[in-house]
C-alpha cells in the first residue's frame, strides 16, 4: 500500500431549488483543475450516467473481503470531453462517463487536467434530484462553495492507502482495450431481456457462462447459460464467413447497465475473446456516453497481478489450460 491524502476545501454538495440546482465536485487541491458550466441540455442522460457511476463504485460480487478503501472517482476535464472514471469495489468492473463538452456552457476560466474529487454515498443519492425542468450547474474545482467552506470550518484531508496495483489496473485496462476483437451494435432492448432475464432466474448448476454465437449470414446472438435461453440481438451485423462462439464470465456484473438502457439509443459491444475482457459503450441522448469494462471474470480483478497478466500469455487460461486465450471456443 502507499499512502496517499486527497486535500478538498471542502464535502462535494448538491444544493436545488424549485427554479435551480447546483452539482458541486469538489477536486483535490493539489491539482487545481476548474470547470464551472451550465448544463445546456440533457439534464438527464447526465443524471443517468453520474448515477450508473456511483453504482458501479460501491458494487461488489467478490465472495471474500476484497481492499476495504474506496478511491474517489477521477475526473478529466478535455478541451473537447468531460470524463468520470472509477472502478467497482472488487475491482473487476471500470466506469467511464465520456460527455461531450457541447453539452455545457462554460462559465468563467477553464483549467484542463484530471484530478480525484470527493463523491460520498450521500452526494450519489441526492443525485436523484436532478431535474431537466430546473436550471443545472456544474462546478468542479478546489475552491469548494464559499458558503460552505465557512459553514465547514475549513479543509479537510482525506487519508487514504493506495495500492500499487491501482495504477496498474488502469494500464490492465487500457491494454484491455486495445486487444483486437469482435464489435457489436446492439438494441439496448435486447441487452434489457438479458439482464432481466439473469435477475429473475437462478442458476443452480454449472456452466455460467455469457454466450455470444456469430454464424454466417445471421445477426449475432446471446446465449445464457445453462438455461440455453437464446437473446436474439436484431440488426446485430458482423461479418464473420465462419462461425465464432466468444464466451465470458461473471455476468452478474451486467446488471451495472441495467438503469441506463431504457433510455439508451444503441449499445455497443466489444468482445476480446475467450474470457478476456468485454466491454459495453451505453450512448444516451446528447452526447452522454457510459462505458463498462468487465474483466474476463469476476475473480479476475483489472487491478489483480496474476489475473491480468494473463492479458500476455497466450498459454495461460484458467478455464482451458490446454488451449490458446485467443481461441473463440
Known amino acids: 500500500m502507499t499512502a496517499s491524502s486527497f486535500l478538498y476545501a471542502t464535502p462535494s454538495v448538491f ?62 476535464v478535455h478541451p473537447d470531453r468531460v470524463f468520470f ?19 455545457f456552457a462554460p462559465e468563467g476560466e477553464v483549467r484542463c487536467g484530471t484530478t480525484n474529487v470527493d463523491f460520498t454515498a450521500w452526494l450519489w443519492a441526492a443525485l436523484a434530484e436532478m431535474r431537466s425542468t430546473r436550471e443545472t450547474h456544474l462546478r468542479i474545482g478546489p475552491e469548494g462553495l464559499d458558503v460552505r467552506t465557512t459553514g465547514a470550518g475549513g479543509r479537510f484531508e482525506q487519508k487514504v492507502d493506495v495500492p500499487e496495483s491501482w495504477v496498474r489496473g488502469l ?25 432481466r432475464f439473469l435477475s429473475h432466474t437462478k442458476a443452480k448448476v454449472s456452466p455460467r457462462a455469457l454466450r455470444y454465437e456469430l454464424h454466417p449470414g ?43 438502457l431504457p433510455y439508451a439509443e444503441q449499445v455497443d459491444v466489444y468482445l476480446k475473446g475467450r474470457a478476456l475482457p468485454h466491454f459495453y459503450v451505453a450512448h444516451l441522448p ?23 497478466d494473463l492479458l500476455l500469455e497466450p498459454s495461460r487460461s484458467p478455464c482451458s489450460p490446454t488451449r490458446s486465450r485467443w481461441t473463440s471456443t
Open 15 to 76: 444544493e436545488s431549488t424549485r427554479e435551480r440546482a447546483q452539482l458541486q465536485l469538489t477536486a483535490d487541491s493539489h491539482r487545481p483543475v476548474r470547470f464551472h458550466a451550465r448544463v445546456a441540455r440533457d439534464v438527464l442522460s447526465l443524471r443517468l450516467a453520474l448515477q450508473a457511476l456511483g453504482g458501479l463504485i460501491w458494487h461488489s460480487d467478490a465472495w471474500n473481503e476484497t481492499w476495504g478503501g474506496l478511491l474517489d472517482p477521477l475526473i478529466t
Open 85 to 103: 472514471e472509477a472502478f467497482s469495489q472488487d475491482q473487476s468492473a471500470y466506469g467511464l462517463v465520456i460527455v461531450d463538452r457541447g453539452l
Open 171 to 195: 494500464l490492465q485496462l487500457q491494454g484491455g482495450m486495445a486487444l483486437p476483437g469482435t464489435r457489436l451494435s446492439v438494441r439496448p432492448v435486447d441487452l434489457l431481456a438479458a439482464v
Open 218 to 260: 445471421q445477426d449475432a446472438r446471446l446465449v445464457l447459460e445453462p438455461w440455453e435461453h437464446p437473446v436474439p440481438f436484431k440488426g446485430a451485423a458482423h461479418g464473420y464467413q465462419a462461425p465464432r462462439v466468444i464466451r465470458a464470465w461473471g455476468r452478474r456484473r451486467l446488471r451495472l447497465l441495467e438503469p441506463l
Open 286 to 308: 446528447g452526447g452522454v456516453r457510459f462505458l463498462l469494462g468487465l474483466s474476463g471474470w469476476t475473480a479476475n480483478h483489472w487491478t489483480n497481478t496474476a489475473g491480468m
